[in-house]
């Protein structure tokens, strides 16, 4: 008997760059694989728009150091390449800057990050 099923796979993370400039927040989405992501690839570009926009709605900064416009394209992350679902990796703020840092330890900032997940998530189903 299969296990459970998800309709989308979004993996949580904090980043840790050294940069001391870095901060905010960006969404990997899987790039194109031929045998690994072509079945996934499109609809993750979605979730990850659905994704960075629920988070700028939340009031959460665009990462001033990694991808474009929230979102950055990445073929070598296992999350990404072995899912069989739409999969982002939400880098939610880098855990080395104060600011992020903060609101990330901050029981509301975890609920302001919760609620933008539901909603992307929301979002992207209802199509």
Known sequence: Q???TADVRVSIHGDGVLSSSAHGFHVIRPGARS???????RPSRRLAADLRDALVRSGFTPS??????????????????LSDVPAVLAELGNMRDAG?????ES?????????AIAAAVRAYLRG
């Open 107 to 115: 029981a509301a900032g975890r609920q302001r990050y919760a609620r």
């Open 2 to 4: 299969p296990g459970p």
């Open 64 to 81: 001033t150091y990694r991808g474009a416009d929230g979102i950055d394209v990445r073929t070598d992350l296992g999350t990404l390449n």
């Open 100 to 104: 992020d840092a903060a609101v990330m």
């Open 35 to 41: 045998g690994w992501t072509d079945d996934i690839e």
